[in-house]
């Protein structure tokens, strides 16, 4: 039986992938030492993070005038890296309030003595749509942040909101690389890679170079300036995961690159949200034009039920279905290397539960 990992970060990896690193694991490029035993000064590895910032600049066509730079600390250092770079005129900054993520960025942020302005929220529907600026935005603010996928409530921007000359810092972790944008609409864009990109303790950051420069005397492993000057390696980067990385970012332009992906992303969710939205027993609630293609939320209104969905799932190998403590329920998590036949295998299982449950 095959199994299927929906889990929604650290998540699954292209199998490929895996089996390239397994098979190379002892010996990287014949050099008699695995890729977790080289220096980060050689020039093995100085070729694996040369083509790994290739590839991605060529996946998103990012302009020259952007600096890709690779830090730890996951998604969330960047919701103190963020501010304490980008927001050193008025330390004042605008935040759509869409979610879990984009509340915890919101309270960082303030830890660093950084007024936040909420421009917009969803709490009022339970963040099942998005938040757009509620009027003109200030064009005296930093920046403005904005989560484009909501990994815990299923919401996806793929229209961006109006800031006028204010830079927008995007919070990509849930949907980098599930399909294009247009890297000059951004000043930043930031994610952690354990979700589309690769394993755990890799960040990416994608900064445009006029928005550099502007702070002083930032703890050294915060300052994005200097990790330019450094090309990431002030200290001793992540190895293996830019390794890693690496090989996803060649897998996925082996796919067609991000219009491809897109395109496949858009239709394995439009699979399960096809069956949820006939289904009589399960629902999505979020908006039909918000919802994401990375993460799809559903219950059935009975957490014993949904207890039982997740427990039948696991035994037909439908792995980490089980929803954020948050929002309870089942959640399914759809990243690139998610198999059509992935999705497929759950909406029979689905469907099948469905027809054994007709009261
Ligand atoms: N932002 C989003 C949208 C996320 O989904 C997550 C984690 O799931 C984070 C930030 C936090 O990431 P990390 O655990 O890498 O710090």
Redesign the pocket.
Known sequence: MPTYNFS??PAVMPQPVVAQIQAELPSFHDSQMSIMEISHRSALFDQVINEAEQDLRDLMQIPDNYRVLFFQ???????TAAPLNLATKHHHIGLLDSG???S??ADEAQRVNTTVDILGSGAANHFTALPYPEQPVDQQLDYVHL??????EGTMYTKLPETGRVPLVA????NFLGQPYNVRDFGMIF?????NLGP?GL?IVIVRDDLLGHATNLPSMLDYQLFADKRSMFNTPPVFAIYAAGLVLKWLKAQGGLKAIANRNQQKAGLLYDFLDQSKLFTNPVKPADRSTM?VPFVTGDAAVDQAVIAGATEHGLLNLKGHRLVGGMRASLYNAMPQAGVQALVDYLENFEQHNKG
């Open positions: 929604a970060g600390g996951g998604g969330t250092l960047q919701f879990h993520w984009a915890r960025a989560t484009t996928n909501n990994t815990i919070d990509m972790s849930s994610a952690g890679a354990q979700k755990a960040t993460n």
